[in-house]
């Protein structure tokens, strides 16, 4: 998600929801998650719903009575490095929740101690929010949001439209620059779960990319599509909800509880329909929904401006 999406959001639920009240969404028994995420609707909802998918491996959202962007964070142990996927968005203490986990996957495992490595989907401000707590952390990197700093890091070296190798100890993951929605996005493949961990680039919502950045997106969708096909994804799990279970139906911004969340987790299929979508635009991005999201070309700066084709009003997108 990105900086002026409250400012057309509700536009654009009203134009889908008066056109698109299609049916009920098949989606509403998870095989990942033993329960439905916190809707928001208790004043007493702690800031973190947390849910184990393994033992070693944690989903963690900010609860929506916090932020309207209710991201998703990932936490990733291997034998050697715990490895957090985003921060959050500021304002509630994500170290103290991360520490607990931390503390209780020692226990669980009788280990001593782990490392941690602090790193980010994108440099949005929704998933980077809570880096400054971990910057004192003992044993911990925090890195950077720059696509230098994300590059130089992890390797990428020359070869950045290659997938790297990151190893936690006994559990390696995968990592993949997919720009277009922010320079420096990165998805993560955990081989030993199936889970592409694929941020804000693929979720359940509006996939949000600058007019004029639609080929840098398309070419990291077909260079996930590529790797789709030599790799077993099970399930893509990203960085928000904003679909609802019927087909096509956003959330409106400005509402501080849910019900009937679309689920998180989106079939590896998925891939293809979006890459299907980009491919229809043939160039010429226009917002465009689907049963399970929303491509979301956008002007850089968008007043005056309205979606559908608003790309296409000025000179070429910017
Ligand atoms: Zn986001």
């Not at 607990?100 to 602090?118: F, P």
């Not at 020359?158 to 996005?185: A, D, Y």
């Not at 979301?296 to 910017?318: L, Q, R, T």
Request: hydrophobic letters at 35%.
């Amino acid at each position: 998600m990105n900086y002026f999406k409250s400012t057309i959001i509700s536009l654009i639920t009203i134009i889908f929801v008066s056109s698109c009240e299609t049916e009920d969404f098949n989606n509403s028994q998870s095989t990942i998650f033993s329960q439905s995420w916190n809707s928001g609707r208790s004043a007493k909802e702690p800031a973190f719903h947390v849910q184990q998918i393994d033992t070693n491996t944690i989903a963690i959202r900010q609860s929506l009575r916090t932020t309207l962007e209710a991201p998703f964070m990932y936490l990733v142990f291997g034998k050697k490095k715990a490895l957090l996927i985003d921060t959050g968005v500021e304002g509630v203490n994500i170290r103290v929740e991360i520490d607990k986990q931390i503390e209780n996957w020692l226990a669980r495992t009788g280990q001593n101690s782990i490392s941690l490595v602090v790193m980010h989907t994108h440099g949005h401000g929704d998933h980077v929010g809570g880096d400054t707590a971990f910057e004192s952390r003992p044993d911990t990197v925090v890195i950077g949001h720059s696509l230098e700093s994300v590059t130089n890091f992890f390797g990428f070296g020359n070869k950045p439209t290659q997938p790297i190798s990151f190893n936690l100890g006994n559990r390696t993951v995968e990592l993949l620059l997919t720009p277009g929605h922010h320079p420096s996005h990165i998805m993560v493949f955990d081989e030993t779960t199936g889970i592409l961990f694929s941020g804000d680039v693929i979720y359940p919502g509006r996939l949000y990319f600058q007019c004029g950045r639609i080929q840098e997106f398309t070419s990291s969708i077909n260079r996930i599509a590529s790797f789709a096909n030599t790799h077993n994804i099970k399930w893509l799990l990203g960085g928000h909800i904003e679909m609802k279970k019927q087909a096509g139906i956003t959330f409106s911004s400005g509402k501080i509880s849910r019900t009937g969340e679309h689920l998180l987790e989106l079939p590896v299929s998925i891939i293809t329909e979006i890459k299907n979508g980009l491919n229809e635009m043939a160039g010429e991005p226009r917002v465009t929904q689907f049963n399970e999201f929303v491509l979301f070309p956008h002007p850089i700066n968008p007043a005056g401006m309205s979606p559908p084709d608003w790309c296409n009003v000025d000179s070429k997108y910017e």
